[in-house]
């Protein structure tokens, strides 16, 4: 997705629309739309969570925020407000430009997202800003590191 005019700091961008599910729900479609993804060679999951028991399913043509990719460098973040997802522009963004926003996906299965995004804040992973660094410091002690005198 692209800025069609100059966006200034602070400025409401789009909503995330969709139907609210269960977390349940979501991991349920979740799970059936990469399975039929695998098959097909296309789609995508577009579940955004809410809350801790609840997420938005933005699979539907009317939600072009569906379409926001994911980067580790980003220029707009997601605001929740009551059952609602807002994104914002984070800082001024120019008309043209891609508009980006961290996916942030949980640490623990950080393997099933790898990222290409080319920043250089990328560590090879969506993970959040938060979780970078634990991340670099778990891929450090994957490689062998055997100490010079030992
Ligand atoms: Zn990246």
Redesign the pocket.
Known sequence: MFAAQDITKGEFIIEYLGEIVSRGEANARGIACEARAKESGGGAVFIFELDAERCIDGNFPYNDARFIN???RTNCEAVREGDRILFYAARDISAGEEILYNYAYPLENFLDHP?????P??????VSELDRKKLRRLLRGRKPNRPKNG
């Open positions: 994911h980067a580790c990222c290409n995004c080319g920043f804040e990328c560590v090879g992973y969506i």
